[in-house]
């Protein structure tokens, strides 16, 4: 399949129901427009149902007699009807006539279809039938309410003049967007009362984050509303769990330092033991953990000082691929595996950027370390490119081994501090879990991003660095 058939975007229906899905206050205006309509049809069709049942008995003596006023008025009492006076009641009133018989047949609007209860209905339809929509009765019920029948064999007919309904679709119109605006303003007040959801969101991924600088928003403090209280329940807890952390930080940094003295003490009495043949041994076994006690321990208290809320870096010009040529000599003088297990590939050109050279030192020596453990028996040797930031002004830096990479389930986990994908922690394997961490705290210390992914084969780890 193409990528283009791959990327192709969703119907807009199914994005609209995805948006009602997601989105209470959508839910919660549709509600609202779902209730108002239902409670118009309700009312609409209790008040016709109303009129219809209770108020025909008591119109239909009213419009008998009305009737027979229009009739004699037209008649002149019974006699000869008279088109003249029919045209003044029907510019008076919005009513039409209709004059049946021997010596005048006259219509008052000729351009208008006849009334429904004159018109050839089927068999069948009798009272209340699909053709009785007000509810008046039957064909003989409308023939004796507006028709009469004068002395000399005339027949006059009313009805209503269409033509004066003609403001209806206006009104229509009209009442469809007064339904608008009240559904606008709905959605507008809902959107208003359920906006703290939003700054409650927002709240929670920047505690999420380990900012508590910047509390949540409470509208309203001194008598908040649900959200309200809730905002104020999430702070109160943010604010605890920053002080917890800052306790935890407070302690590993104090007994950091104070493992220095003994540590630094045990490694003195270590190195004036005699250098014989039976005690050397134990003796580099005993330097060999002394000093990695010491880089664990600095390795904390440098993780600790990263993520402080005020990291200090000294930022000076440096030359990335300088740089890592320069640990990259470094690690062949430790391991001489490294100088022909490592393969730096450098763009030219490369401008100075404002970076801490001892901490991006720090980083690239944890990342080719750890590369250089879990990918040193491969075929193929580590790759370490430096090249710049496409996005902007900024060094990306980009370490890949060829080793077995690591189950993606536990992606996500790589850079926390303690975590190693290897349960068993053996001596080999090398590390307590600080490595990754430590390089993505330097990258977030300079406003990058550090991100990891199995390249297959190996794991590649991807460092932006950008400039002051």
Same mark, same amino acid.
């Given at each position: 399949m193409s990528t283009a058939a791959t990327s192709? *975007?969703? *119907? &807009? +229906?199914?994005?609209?129901?995805?948006?009602?899905?997601?989105?209470?206050?959508?839910? =919660?205006?549709?509600?609202? /427009?779902?209730?108002?309509?239902? =409670?118009?049809?309700?009312?609409i069709s209790g008040a016709q149902k109303a009129f219809s049942v209770g108020w025909r008995e008591a119109a239909r003596p009213l419009l008998m007699d009305y009737v027979d006023r229009l009739a004699h008025e037209v008649s002149a009492g019974g006699g000869v009807p008279s088109t003249e006076r029919a045209r003044a009641i029907t510019q008076r009133l919005p009513i039409t006539i209709d004059i049946i018989g021997p010596q005048v047949k006259w219509r008052s609007h000729p351009d208008q279809e006849r009334p429904r209860w004159l018109r050839d209905r089927p068999q069948g339809f009798g009272r209340d039938g699909p053709g009785d929509d007000a509810g008046w009765g039957d064909d003989q019920d409308w023939q004796q309410l507006l028709q009469r029948t004068t002395a000399d064999g005339h027949r006059i007919e009313f009805g209503l003049n269409e033509a004066a309904f003609e403001r209806r679709p206006k009104l229509i119109g009209y009442t469809l967007t007064a339904l608008l605006v009240l559904t606008l303003l709905a959605y507008l007040y809902v959107r208003r009362l359920l906006r703290p959801l939003d700054d409650i969101r927002q709240g929670a991924l920047r505690f999420g984050a380990g900012e508590f600088g910047q509390p949540i928003p409470v509208r309203h403090p001194r008598g908040p509303d649900e959200l309200g209280e809730l905002a104020a329940t999430i702070n109160t807890m943010g604010q605890d769990i920053n002080q917890m952390l800052e306790a935890q930080r407070a302690l590993l940094l104090a007994i950091s330092h104070e493992l220095r003295s003994p540590l630094t003490r045990a490694r003195l009495n270590t190195e004036l033991l005699p250098e014989t043949d039976e005690i050397a041994p134990q003796r580099e076994a005993l330097l060999r953990d002394l000093s990695e006690m010491a880089r664990l321990i600095s390795d904390l208290l440098e993780s600790e000082r990263l993520a402080g809320r005020h990291a200090a870096l000294h930022r000076e010009p440096t030359d990335a691929a300088a740089l890592a040529r320069e640990v990259i000599d470094e690690l062949a003088a430790t391991q001489p595996a490294a100088r022909q297990g490592i393969v730096l590939h450098a763009t030219s050109? /490369?401008?100075?950027?404002?970076?801490?050279?001892?901490?991006?030192?720090?980083?690239?020596?944890?990342? /080719?370390?750890?590369?250089?453990? @879990?990918?040193?028996?491969?075929? %193929?040797?580590?790759?370490? @490119? #430096?090249?710049? &930031?496409?996005?902007?002004? !900024? #060094?990306?830096?980009?370490?890949?081994? @060829?080793?077995?990479?690591?189950?993606?389930?536990?992606? *996500?986990?790589?850079?926390?501090?303690?975590?190693?994908?290897?349960?068993?922690?053996?001596?080999?394997? !090398?590390? #307590?879990?600080?490595?990754? +961490?430590?390089?993505?705290?330097?990258? %977030?210390? @300079?406003?990058g991003t550090f991100a990891v992914r199995n390249a297959r084969p190996g794991l590649a780890v991807t460092v932006v660095l950008p400039g002051a």
């Open positions: 192709t *975007p969703a *119907p &807009w +229906y199914r994005r609209a129901l995805h948006a009602l899905r997601c989105s209470l206050k959508l839910r =919660m205006v549709l509600v609202f /427009l779902l209730l108002a309509t239902a =409670m118009s049809f309700t009312f050109g /490369l401008p100075a950027l404002a970076l801490d050279r001892i901490r991006v030192r720090l980083l690239l020596r944890n990342l /080719l370390g750890n590369a250089l453990r @879990h990918g040193g028996g491969a075929a %193929q040797p580590v790759e370490l @490119h #430096v090249r710049p &930031w496409a996005a902007g002004q !900024g #060094v990306e830096l980009e370490v890949r081994d @060829h080793g077995p990479g690591v189950p993606d389930d536990q992606l *996500p986990h790589l850079g926390q501090a303690f975590f190693r994908p290897d349960t068993a922690r053996t001596r080999s394997a !090398g590390g #307590v879990g600080l490595g990754l +961490y430590l390089c993505r705290l330097v990258a %977030q210390a @300079h406003g």
